[in-house]
C-alpha cells in the first residue's frame, strides 16, 4: 500500500518525473532512502487541492514553502508574457489590482507578466507561485527578493524535489497546475505561439473560463490573446467584467 512518505521518496528518486513515478508506484518499486528537505502535501492528503484531482495527470505530490492554507482560498489564476509591452505591464497590473479583492492570485514566478501579478498580488491580497525547478532555487533572478517574500508570507509549490535546477520541459508540464488551481483564468499578453497556450488548452480541458485582453490591431506581443479572442475566449474590455470576475468564488 501507498503512502505518503513513499511519494516523497519516489520524487527525490526520480527527480519529481511524474511518469517514472507513476510506473514506481504501480509496481512498487524500492528506493533508496532520500532525507526529504522541505514540507509536502501528496494527492493522498486531505490538504491536497481537489482542483487538482480534475486533472488527466494530477501531480502526485507539492513541495512547498509558506502559507498552505492559502490554497483553500478562492483562487484565480494570471499569466501572460515574460516579455511585457508598456500596455501589457499596465493591464496585467490593472487585472490584479482588481481580482485580488477576492481571490488568491496564483501565476508562475517567472519574468514579466507573472512577476506583476504576484508584486500586486502583495500590496493587498494573496499570491500563489507555482515553479519548474526545486525550492531552493530562484529563477529568473530579477525575482529573487519575490521569492524571499512569498517564501515567508504567501506559498510556492514545486513538483520538483528541493534541488532541482531549471530545466526546460518542466515549464510547460508545471502550466497544467496554474491552469487547475484558479477558478477561472485570465491572459494579458501573449504572441501567436507562446508559452501561456498551453495553460489554455489544459484551462479549457478542465471547463475553466478563460479570458483575454485585447490588443491593438497588428501588434505581435499580444496577437496570441487575440487569436485566442477569435477562436472563442471571453474578451475583458471593461471595469465592470472584472468586478463580475471578482465576486465569483
Not at 520541459?169 to 504572441?191: C, D, E, K, M
Not at 479570458?211 to 471593461?238: R, S, T
Request: glycine residues 8%.
Amino acid at each position: 500500500m501507498i503512502t505518503r512518505e513513499m511519494i516523497a521518496q519516489y520524487a527525490y528518486e526520480y527527480d519529481g518525473n511524474w511518469s517514472r513515478m507513476s510506473r514506481a508506484i504501480a509496481e512498487g518499486t524500492e528506493v533508496p532512502f532520500h532525507q526529504v528537505k522541505e514540507s509536502y502535501i501528496t494527492i493522498l492528503d486531505e490538504e491536497y487541492p481537489p482542483e487538482l484531482k480534475a486533472l488527466r495527470f494530477p501531480p502526485w505530490i507539492l513541495f512547498y514553502q509558506g502559507d498552505v492554507s492559502l490554497l483553500r482560498q478562492p483562487k484565480a489564476t494570471i499569466v501572460g508574457s515574460r516579455q511585457l509591452s508598456r500596455y501589457g505591464y499596465e493591464m496585467t497590473r490593472y487585472c490584479a489590482e482588481v481580482l485580488r479583492k477576492n481571490h488568491v492570485l496564483v501565476s508562475g514566478l517567472a519574468a514579466g507578466a507573472d512577476g506583476c501579478v504576484h508584486r500586486t498580488a502583495m500590496e493587498g491580497g494573496h499570491t500563489i507561485g507555482v515553479i519548474g525547478s526545486g525550492l531552493s532555487v530562484s529563477y529568473p533572478a530579477e525575482n529573487r527578493d519575490l521569492y524571499a517574500e512569498m517564501r515567508r508570507h504567501e506559498l510556492i509549490l514545486s513538483e520538483y524535489p528541493y534541488e532541482t535546477g531549471v530545466r526546460k520541459y518542466h515549464f510547460p508540464w508545471r502550466n497544467r497546475i496554474l491552469a487547475a488551481l484558479g477558478s477561472f483564468l485570465v491572459v494579458t499578453q501573449a504572441r501567436i505561439r507562446s508559452g501561456t497556450a498551453l495553460t489554455v488548452s489544459e484551462a479549457l480541458t478542465l471547463g475553466r473560463e478563460v479570458w483575454c485582453v485585447p490588443h491593438p490591431f497588428g501588434e505581435e506581443n499580444g496577437a496570441g490573446c487575440n487569436k485566442l479572442i477569435a477562436d472563442g475566449a471571453y474578451i475583458l474590455y471593461d471595469t465592470g467584467q472584472l468586478e463580475i470576475l471578482s465576486s465569483q468564488k
